[in-house]
């Protein structure tokens, strides 16, 4: 919560509750401070958000908010504001070190593969010209072996170098609709292309978080199931919208009670609901929920390419870093030539690299710009999409145990009677984790810390379990919900209209 209606009530609050250890009710609070009752009720769920506040319900129905973490505020003093000032400095330095590692990736993949053709194509025709001018002079034997060998080498690159780039996938066109250069497709249709480094950014980086509006869509799912039911929901039903276990979900409703006008409320029975009674005052009635078929989160791709188009990405920067290995190996071992013979089919490409940065002088520099940088740039390349794939993979994992905690919540919901983890059954590829069974008995267990089930042996021997205080708890939500009349909310008539 950032705003708080009044500070100085607010303080006496947290005060209040601070001198009773063992919990207090809104009474209580109003007794301690002699804040009016309206404005306790107002700021209790704040305090509770900011706090961590733990619910009970007594005998007589009353809600006790206990805080049995203590008062370490997860929004304001030191802790909270240098985290959240770390958070921003990751994010900008981020935003920055990948921007210019985007421009650094085109012009070492790119600039470097073009500069190695380069050379390569000068190497050849070096070749043509020696082994030309040594079949003229029979005084050349030496000489012409290194040509002829030359020959053969730069001729086997610079095919390997013509096949990477004018018969790979790299010159080609990349349908995208995301992007918007034109094209044309089959029967003269115009398509989209993608550009070149849009794909190797893709490769490299990904395409992005698939989530990246989750809060928003989460939250809008949430609201509209609580208008859908006479403003009320229970943390079951909460836990099955966001996928949280019962710990997490206590925490995270909390926001939404400061942020919407909610109370946390206790039934005859003493089951604990929040109710949203200001979201309910709306000129639009229609159910725009979808029940308790809670939205899921989206896996996270590898990226957008093809696979050839990333294989090819893998060839392209493989030709740098083996010529990186080539230019560094015979930099080491070769060091300056000298002499005529030193100059053989392994090293002839080597020996005109060396006259073409002759500019360079020192043989050091040669191996740094030839032979160490490329190298260097090929094991980041090859490097950074390892990592994301590695991270990803674990992400896409809990991803699909928070959608799959989603559908066994709600089977656990509709039906708490009986229950196995065989009746446990994912819809998408989205909620089936690597360790689907040990995952499924995971879930039961923690939806255990809300309710306590009893365990039963069914008619195959397998393990079944049974919540009936959760079944009594949906009875009670039900006549709570049945209790509320919902034409208090009604609009009515327009009494005041400020343009006639």
């Not at 947290?14 to 009016?36: L, N």
């Not at 733990?54 to 030191?78: A, C, M, N, Q, W």
């Not at 799959?404 to 989205?430: M, Q």
Request: charged share 25%; with cysteine.
């Amino acid at each position: 919560m950032k705003n708080i209606p009044d500070g100085a009530a607010y303080a006496l609050v947290v005060d209040a509750f601070k001198k009773r250890k063992d919990g207090a009710t809104v009474a209580d609070i109003v007794a301690s401070s002699t804040i009016p009752l309206e404005k306790v009720r107002e700021l209790v769920p704040a305090v509770s958000d900011e706090y961590g506040a733990r619910l009970r319900v007594t005998e007589s129905g009353e809600i006790l908010y206990s805080f049995p973490d203590g008062f370490k505020s997860r929004y304001h003093g030191f802790g909270p504001t240098m985290k959240r000032t770390l958070a921003l400095l990751k994010k900008g330095t981020a935003i920055m070190a990948k921007a210019v590692f985007k421009v650094w990736i085109v012009v070492m993949l790119v600039g470097y593969f073009a500069l190695f053709m380069g050379i390569a194509l000068v190497a050849l025709l070096a070749s043509v010209a020696v082994s030309a001018s040594g079949s003229s002079d029979s005084r050349s034997s030496s000489r012409r072996g290194g040509g002829l060998g030359g020959l053969y080498l730069a001729s086997r690159i610079f095919d390997l170098v013509i096949r990477i780039w004018f018969y790979s996938e790299l010159t080609k066109s990349i349908d995208n609709s995301r992007y918007g250069d034109r094209g044309f497709g089959r029967g003269g249709k115009t398509t989209k292309k993608r550009p070149l480094h849009h794909a190797v950014f893709s490769f490299v980086f990904g395409d992005g978080d698939p989530n990246a509006d989750w809060s928003i869509r989460e939250k809008k799912a949430v609201i509209a199931y609580i208008q859908a039911n006479h403003g009320v929901i229970s943390l079951p039903e909460f836990m099955v919208l966001t996928g949280l276990a019962p710990r997490e979900a206590e925490l995270a409703i909390m926001p939404y009670l400061t942020g919407y006008g909610g109370m946390p409320e206790a039934t005859e029975d003493g089951t604990v609901v929040y109710r949203f009674d200001d979201l309910l005052l709306r000129s639009d009635s229609k159910d725009r929920s979808s029940g308790l078929s809670a939205p899921s989160k989206r896996l996270k791709a590898f990226s957008s390419n093809t696979k050839k188009m990333n294989t090819w990405f893998a060839v392209l920067n493989g030709a740098n870093l083996l010529f990186g290995s080539y230019f560094l190996g015979c930099a080491i071992g070769v060091g300056p030539i000298t002499q005529q013979a030193q100059i053989t089919g392994g090293t002839y490409l080597y020996a005109v690299a060396l006259v073409l940065f002759s500019a360079l002088g020192n043989p050091v520099i040669f191996a740094l710009v030839l032979g160490i940088v490329p190298i260097l740039f090929a094991v980041l390349f090859y490097s950074v999409p390892l990592v994301r794939a590695l991270r990803e993979k674990a992400e896409n994992e809990r991803i699909k145990n928070e959608n799959l905690r989603k559908e066994a919540y709600k089977r656990l919901w509709d039906a708490p009677e009986k229950i196995s983890s065989n009746d446990i059954r994912p819809s998408t590829v989205e909620s089936t984790p690597s360790d689907l069974a040990k995952a499924k008995e995971r879930v039961i267990m923690e939806f255990g810390s809300y309710a306590m089930p009893e365990v039963l042996v069914g008619e195959k021997g397998d393990t079944e379990y049974s919540f009936p205080t959760l079944a009594q708890e949906k009875e009670a939500l039900a006549r709570y919900r049945g209790k509320i009349d919902s034409a208090r909310y009604e609009l009515g008539s327009t009494v005041f209209d400020s343009h006639q």
